[in-house]
């Protein structure tokens, strides 16, 4: 599987934005996917996934409320909706896919795409 994330950029804080993860690959549907975050000088962060089906979602306790995941199989594509963004919602976003349970540790996601920078300024 390959993906591909784009969406990023600068956004004051309280806006919005929505990232995309194109996947490619005809078993996309059975891995489930999640995103991840990583700051400047800090470890990657799970911030959350979604199922095969799309039925199921989790969040970190930190963006729980202001983030969604959603997911088109058609279009091989899972999104980020991020609403009333902070300033330490700044990282650079990461989607990953997972053929394995849910996990929330980067360790156990078997693809990566390329990170997208999301800036909040205050």
């Known amino acids: 599987v390959q993906l591909q994330a784009s969406g990023g950029g600068l956004v004051q804080a309280g806006g919005s934005l929505r990232l995309s993860c194109a996947a490619s690959g005809r078993t996309v549907p059975r891995y489930i996917m999640a995103w991840f975050r990583q700051a400047s000088g800090k470890e990657r962060e799970f911030v959350g996934y979604?199922?095969?089906?799309?039925?199921?979602?989790e969040y970190a306790d930190s963006v729980k409320g202001r983030f969604t995941i959603s997911r088109d199989s058609a279009k091989n594509t899972v999104y980020l909706q991020m609403n009333s963004l902070k300033p330490e919602d700044t990282a650079l976003y990461y989607c990953a896919a997972t053929s394995g349970s849910y996990y929330v540790t980067v360790g156990q996601y078997d693809y990566w795409g390329q990170g997208t920078q999301v800036t909040v300024s205050s």
């Open positions: 979604i199922s095969r089906s799309g039925s199921t979602t």
